[in-house]
């Protein structure tokens, strides 16, 4: 059997380019392995979904088209294969053809249209290649031209970030990008929950964390600060309260919406720095007690936990006792980076801490509070991630690191044998500007990240060794919300950039070409348009 499956991909492979040329479907990522043949499969309302009627991705197909085509399709388990059926047939995790629970086979041939896989991911992703093969308009009937594709990601890791601290965005907008990520067969929802400007997630043991931290006064206007950091005269600001959270139930239901569409979420708590929002209904957890208020303005303030203060570490437990029942991926983010040290240098505790610790400076003493909350973590079953800066000081045991200040960090940490998130700030952070011309473009934090740099940038550093790529996960596009300030600003500054990277962590390199991306994303944009999208429309020619 596995003689045969990769006999079948080395003449899809060979075909490949010929087909592109012949033929360009609409799909996005790239798939790594394609065949497509002549004639097209019918489908109307006497097809038959051929699965079990719990199933999530046939109930899924079995609405996507009765609301975009007013197709009523049924489902049925007894249903023969033979004509006229769409089909969900799995394939043993042991299997000898592939053993990736992402890995699919999705056929369509005149007679229907068949999906094996190892898992129910698998079949996901198959779904979401059949439904950006569909045409974008029709009723009661449409064709579907007949191909076979095999597929499975090249990274394990293939994620988006969205700040919901700085500005906050409802629950059913958490959702709609969600819905995003799982269209590209990205499987991690990085969720940015804490900061300096606004705490987002209820705690029930501290509840002035949702009266008091999850809202600011007010919102700075423009930009604070010039290209170095330096305060401009003249701020701004424009008066009206900002803030929301989402309640325990509402993380519950899209946590469940999420695991459904198979992207894992992995929730970030700021620690020891970014942490003034907590601090204004906390300040006892301060070096210096307050009072504080949540930021108004961007920037990093230098007010962070104290970490010469037990208290601070028994508060940020019993938080973290809370998030961990609400998320039951494997990871939690501790953020680690941009903590200022000049609250700790004059802060007698934190000094003690030093001394009575043996470490060499404040540095070493963020190592140390970074390693006592990785050690409370793992009693709990779960590992930590952390910004680059979680290097400085000593790396905690079984950390991974997400290289965010381009990939030095993440170099150090793969060499150290700690698995690595490659999200360097050009090209993977999507709060950049995407044109050279910013006249017409909203206002950004800077940068530039076209969509060709995010196509062509590769997570894995050609300096490290083969053993040491292996510790290399995957990558993650982030978005912070600093000038970001409604969801139809999201959706501008993420699309098509997340379309782009999708195909960077889901294709083969060989299996990639920038021209060929840009035709299917011409193509792709009709999609987009009928699920009225916001996206950025530089790259479109049509």
Request: glycine share 6%; net charge positive.
């Amino acid at each position: 059997m596995k003689i045969r499956f990769f006999f079948i991909l080395s003449i899809a492979v060979k075909f490949l380019t010929a087909q592109e040329e012949k033929t360009v479907l609409p799909i996005i990522p790239q798939p790594n392995y394609i065949s497509v043949n002549s004639g097209y499969f019918s489908l109307s309302d006497t097809t038959v979904i051929v699965a079990g009627k719990d199933l999530f991705e046939a109930n899924y197909l079995k609405n996507y088209l009765k609301e975009n085509y007013d197709i009523d399709v049924r489902i049925d388990p007894t249903y023969p294969p033979f004509k006229n059926f769409i089909s969900f047939l799995s394939i043993l995790s042991n299997s000898t053809e592939s053993p990736d629970p992402e890995f699919y086979d999705l056929k369509v041939t005149k007679k229907g249209i068949s999906i094996r896989s190892n898992a129910g991911a698998g079949s996901f992703y198959a779904l979401q290649t059949l439904l950006q093969m569909l045409p974008l308009e029709g009723s009661k009937r449409i064709n579907v031209t007949n191909f076979q594709i095999f597929d499975s990601p090249r990274y394990k890791w293939r994620g988006m970030h969205l700040d919901c601290s700085r500005h906050f965005f409802t629950k059913e907008e958490v959702k709609k990008y969600i819905d995003y990520l799982a269209m590209y067969k990205m499987n991690v929802f990085h969720w940015h929950l804490t900061d300096d400007q606004g705490w987002r997630i209820e705690i029930k043991k501290y509840p002035l964390l949702t009266t008091i931290s999850s809202q600011r006064k007010e919102t700075v206007v423009g930009k604070p600060v010039d290209t170095r950091g330096k305060p401009l005269p003249g701020v701004k600001y424009d008066g009206k309260p900002h803030g929301g959270f989402y309640s325990q139930e509402d993380i519950k239901e899209i946590v469940a919406y999420a695991e459904a569409r198979h992207v894992t979420i992995v929730p970030e708590i700021e620690m020891p720095g970014h942490s003034l929002a907590a601090l204004a209904a906390y300040p006892q957890y301060s070096c210096t007690g307050g009072p504080f208020e949540t930021y108004t303005t961007w920037g990093v303030s230098d007010d962070v936990y104290c970490a010469g203060n037990d208290s601070t570490f028994h508060f940020i437990e019993d938080i973290l006792s809370e998030v961990i029942g609400l998320f039951p991926g494997k990871y939690i983010h501790i953020g680690g980076d941009e903590c200022p040290k000049v609250r700790w240098k004059k802060c007698q505790k934190c000094q003690s801490r030093i001394k009575d610790e043996h470490l060499a400076d404040e540095n070493e003493l963020q190592s140390y509070f970074i390693k006592r909350i990785e050690k409370y973590i793992n009693s709990n079953s779960r590992q930590i991630i952390g910004w680059d800066e979680i290097l400085e000081g000593g790396l905690a045991p079984n950390a991974t690191v997400m290289s965010w200040r381009g990939t030095k960090g993440g170099i150090a940490a793969a060499k150290q044998q700690h698995n690595v998130i490659m999200t360097p700030g050009k090209p993977c952070y999507f709060d950049h500007y995407q044109v050279k011309d910013r006249s017409k473009e909203p206002l950004a934090i800077g940068g530039f990240n076209p969509v060709d740099s995010v196509y062509n940038y590769d997570p894995t550093p050609k300096s490290l060794s083969i053993s040491e790529q292996n510790f290399i996960l995957g990558a993650q596009g982030n978005v912070w919300t600093e000038y970001i300030l409604n969801f139809k600003q999201v959706e501008y500054m993420s699309m098509p950039r997340m379309s782009a990277l999708s195909e960077t962590l889901w294709t083969k390199t060989e299996n990639k070409n920038f021209k060929n991306f840009l035709t299917r994303l011409n193509l792709h944009s009709g999609l987009l348009d009928k699920r009225k999208v916001n996206y950025a429309k530089h790259f479109i020619t049509k």
